[in-house]
């Protein structure tokens, strides 16, 4: 049965932290470039970053930051992100990353999990933060990022809280700081998407965080000359385990910018000579939906990370941008990658990967009792670790959810799985998001997917809801984005489904969107869309002569 290679991590378990790699980088690759911030002058080495990071790190102790403090970061892509996250590893502070789309109770939930005393913002996200002031009890002082859009000046005014200016931390110090920080030390607690219910802090050991990366140097073939882009958020896991601390692995160099946009996609990988890659849920179509370009070749791309990897997309991505490697890599930020795609293995469609299993063992279960379930059949994935410090620990604040989480002494991941009998592993489905109609059991993820082959089709996200008529079992909805100038009529596209997939999985309902609800990490909140459900420009496929022959564009539905 196929598996992934074994590899030998690059630094010894003893040195899995982030300040032990930065300092080993800075004296074995001191004048290598390591990291830019695109299109703001020549990179920094890996000496220079460690100085800097130690400048700021020595502040942050006469600050009164010690180990152990959980720090929030409620900001958006910009290098002190970098240097703070850096720092507090430094001292063996706690990095809480808050998405900067978060305000009012959404803001509050992540701080007061925390109970971070100390947050970094910057004058604009800092308004967001005066307004819930009072229901914030733990924060005492907020550090604002000089940046062009705003300074400490430009902040809002506090009744408590006190307000610093981020240059006023740096001392003369370039020393590495004398705190001892050890691969089980925590180094970060990473929110969930809460696509759900409430997110959850996940809180991450060095360990832990030095493996995550580490799979994606294996997995991408990561080496020194290698030039890592991403527009991805800092404030997610994708950003930095999977961008940022590979290359501080691998000695290679990242290049950040504020955020992530198809139309300049292009672009930026040309103008920043990137090599590797990331794209994450719908990007990669985003890309394919902007005009062609004489730069769509013009680029040093060799290798792509896409996950979900869509085997269509990526063979359009090949005739276009002329790409050859694409990766995958399957987990979550409470289990790191438990599959990935060998080096060169031919991939069956669709599927996610094979199982790491040097590192990991997993069974496929009924998620009603924990019982194993047979070959080929659908399963919730359990993930056990095979060596210390590689998984989660918990979810801050959360002992209920850690302990439902990691019931009959397996984590439990939510997400439904089958295994071929080579040992590939196929994605179904959230457990959650799973349909029922007809005594047939539905795979949103297999119906999106059957949708989205239509050509005019640039996303899709499939839920259940409930009818009047469908005696408690669900009717399939396909919330349905087109691309930009394209038009379908409804009876096309269910036609369209009609004859790709079995007659209990074609929608009956499909509504045309400008577009999907998404969390700050491009995953879409299916809640929403159901608890939205049928409106009264749904076309309804039982009573299809309300929509018949009438085509809609692009973006007709609200």
């Keep these: 049965m196929l598996t992934f290679p074994r590899f030998i991590p690059h630094l010894s378990r003893d040195q899995w932290t982030l300040p032990a790699v930065l300092e080993y980088q800075a004296v074995h690759r001191a004048n290598r470039p390591f990291f830019s911030w695109m299109d703001s002058g020549a990179p920094e080495t890996f000496v220079e970053v460690n100085a800097r990071v130690n400048r700021l790190a020595h502040g942050l102790a006469a600050f009164g930051v010690a180990k152990g403090d959980l720090v929030g970061l409620l900001l958006p892509n910009c290098p002190e992100f970098i240097y703070t996250w850096f720092a507090l590893c430094k001292l063996g502070a706690v990095e809480l990353a808050i998405s900067d789309a978060y305000k009012g109770a959404f803001l509050a939930h992540p701080m007061n999990l925390g109970k971070a005393r100390v947050l970094f913002t910057n004058a604009d996200l800092a308004q967001r933060v005066a307004e819930i002031e009072d229901d914030l009890p733990s924060l005492e002082r907020i550090v604002i990022v000089d940046r062009p859009e705003g300074t400490a000046s430009s902040a809002p005014k506090f009744h408590r809280i006190v307000v610093s200016r981020f240059e006023e931390l740096y001392t003369d110090n370039t020393s590495n700081p004398d705190v001892i920080v050890t691969p089980h030390d925590p180094a970060a607690v990473l929110m969930t998407s809460g ?10 050991p060095h360990s832990q965080f030095y493996f995550f990366a580490e799979e994606d140097v294996q997995l991408t073939r990561l080496r020194e000359e290698d030039v890592y882009m991403t527009g ?26 504020p955020r992530f946009s198809a139309s300049d996609w292009v672009g930026r990988v040309c103008r920043s000579g990137a090599t590797v890659t990331n794209l994450l849920g719908a990007t990669m179509a985003f890309i394919l939906s902007q005009p062609p370009s004489e730069n769509d070749r013009a680029h040093r791309i060799r290798c792509i990370y896409a996950a979900p990897l869509s085997p269509d997309l990526a063979g359009k991505f090949t005739e276009r941008f002329g790409v050859e490697e694409y990766v995958d890599g399957f987990g979550q930020t409470e289990i790191s990658n438990v599959f990935m795609t060998p080096p060169d293995a031919p991939r069956p469609a669709g599927a996610s990967g094979v199982l790491v299993d040097q590192w990991f063992e997993v069974k496929l279960v009924n998620p009603e009792t924990d019982e194993d379930v047979p070959e080929g059949e659908i399963g919730e994935l359990l993930v056990r670790n095979k060596a210390p410090g590689i998984m989660s620990t918990e979810y801050l604040g959360m002992p209920e959810k850690t302990i439902e989480a990691r019931r009959n002494l397996w984590f439990h991941t939510g ?144």
């Design 415 to 558: 997400d439904a799985l089958r295994r071929d009998k080579d040992g590939w592993y196929y994605f179904v489905d959230r457990v959650k998001d799973a349909l029922r109609r007809r005594g047939e059991n539905i795979s949103s993820f297999e119906v999106e997917a059957g949708v989205r082959s239509h050509p005019a089709v640039a996303e899709c996200a499939v839920v259940g809801v409930r009818a009047d008529e469908a005696a408690g079992e669900d009717e399939v909805m396909a919330c349905v984005v087109l691309n930009p100038g394209d038009e379908v009529s409804f009876d096309e596209l269910s036609e369209w489904c009609e004859a790709r997939m079995p007659n209990f999985m074609v929608p009956r309902y499909i509504q045309i969107l400008p577009d999907l609800p998404r969390t700050a990490s491009e995953k879409v909140r299916k809640k929403e869309l159901r608890e939205r459900g049928v409106t009264a420009t749904t076309w309804d496929r039982l009573q299809s002569g309300k929509g018949q022959g009438a085509a809609v564009k692009s973006g007709a539905q609200k």
């Design 195 to 204: 696509t759900t219910g409430p997110s959850k802090g996940v809180v991450m």
């Design 232 to 257: 991805f958020p800092l404030f997610h896991g994708n950003a930095q385990f999977l961008t940022v601390y590979p290359c501080l692995i691998a000695g290679a160099h990242v290049v950040l910018y």
